[in-house]
C-alpha cells in the first residue's frame, strides 16, 4: 500500500529545497536542472527537453526565462541551420558553478537522492 503521508513529505520537501536553491543562487529546479544537462554536453533543446521530461513548449519558456538572464545563448547550429543550440555564457558557468558549491541543507526527506 502507498503510504500518501510520506509522498506529500516528499513533495514538501522538495518545495523547500526549490525555496533554499532560489534564495541561494537565484536558480529554480527547473533552471537549475536545465543549466547542468547544458554543462554535462546536451545542447539541443529536443535532447534537453527528453533528458528533463520537459515538453518542448515548457522548455521554451525556461531557455527564454535563462536567456534573459544571460545565463545561456543561443546559435544557429552548424551541423543543420535549420535548428539551434543552446550553451552557457561565462555569467551561467559561474551561476552553475555557485549551484554546485552551494551549500543548501538538503531536506531529510530527499537525502536518499544526494547518495
Do not use: W
Not at 12 to 25: G, M, V
Not at 50 to 62: F, G, V
Not at 77 to 104: N, Q, W
Amino acid at each position: 500500500m502507498i503510504d500518501l503521508c510520506s509522498i506529500r513529505k516528499v513533495q514538501n520537501a522538495i518545495k523547500e529545497l526549490e525555496k533554499r536553491l532560489i534564495e541561494e543562487t537565484g536558480l529554480n529546479l527547473n533552471d537549475a536542472m536545465c543549466l547542468c544537462a547544458m554543462a554535462k554536453g546536451l545542447s539541443d533543446p529536443g535532447s534537453l527537453a527528453k533528458a528533463l521530461s520537459l515538453s518542448p513548449s515548457r522548455l521554451t519558456r525556461i531557455l527564454d526565462a535563462l536567456e534573459g538572464r544571460t545565463l545561456i545563448s543561443r546559435k544557429l547550429s552548424a551541423g543543420d541551420r535549420r535548428s539551434i543550440d543552446v550553451g552557457l555564457t561565462k555569467k551561467g558557468s559561474a551561476i552553475l558553478e555557485k549551484y554546485h558549491c552551494a551549500e543548501i541543507d538538503i531536506p531529510a526527506e530527499l537525502a536518499f537522492a544526494s547518495k
